[in-house]
């Protein structure tokens, strides 16, 4: 899937949106991905991860973090996920329109 068709499965809402960034939290207040999860243990806790509690410890060891953040309908109830590598999150957000689209039945998503 492309990421266009991955953001047209998960944000179905007039208001909904979609934001993809590799280091954004951290690099621009100067900060290493390790530092950065200090503090923000909610938006940056272990089962955001693509690969739990081990992806967020090499996200911190090769200071790497790729970020998925959608509102799916509206700007109210986001979902996040993290990864190390953009080929890990693009995976990641596949199973979730796979996932969503088996939850939905007349689903859009390209077969």
Request: hydrophobic share 35%; glycine share 8%.
């Amino acid at each position: 899937m492309t990421l266009g068709e991955i953001k047209a499965a998960l944000c179905t809402g007039q208001y909904s949106s979609f934001n993809l960034h590799w280091n954004a939290d951290s690099a621009t207040n100067y900060e290493t991905v390790a530092t950065m999860f200090d503090g923000r243990e909610d938006y940056y806790a272990e089962d955001r991860f693509v690969g739990g509690a081990a992806e967020k410890a090499l996200c911190a060891e090769t200071n790497s973090i790729w970020t998925a953040h959608w509102y799916p309908k509206t700007p109210v109830g986001f979902h996040v996920l993290h990864a190390s590598t953009y080929e890990k999150l693009h995976a990641a957000l596949q199973a979730e329109c796979v996932e969503k689209a088996g939850s939905n039945l007349g689903s859009s998503l390209p077969k």
